[in-house]
């Protein structure tokens, strides 16, 4: 009762894997993350013109470009002709680095003001609401309950 079969170790699961589909590559490539670090790619040029208006002002923001040393992946498709020639320019998109707690100081200032806008009209919409015949609110919920009978 002996079959003709391979002990278990010596079968292998790439052979019976589907083959690999192809498929086209990532116009950014994901940088390296440190931590501590939120990475983003900000505009140069567009159309092959210069924005340095963009740039400068996500600067003053806090991010600051990335140099080739911190990301050695990117040292062959970095282009060549590019004014930041120390730093990660690809397709007009500089690759660029800010810290991760001072990035969310940001996003909560500007969520900060927005509910402080929405509060605003919202006091202003609801200033005009009479109690006969009140205007919508989200606000004010009320549950009721049959009569019990």
Known sequence: MAENRLARE???RTVSERPKTWAPADLLPEPD???GYVYRWIRTSMMNVSDPRNL???IRE???PVRIEEQPKFKFIVDP??????NIEIGGLLLCKAPADYMQARVDFHSKVNKDNMDSVDNN???ESDPRMPLFSERQSKVTFGSGK
């Open 56 to 58: 400068s002002g996500k």
């Open 81 to 86: 002709a590019s004014r930041f020639s120390e």
């Open 62 to 64: 806090g991010w600051e």
């Open 33 to 35: 993350k440190q931590p």
């Open 10 to 12: 010596l079968e292998n």
């Open 125 to 127: 919409f609801l200033r």
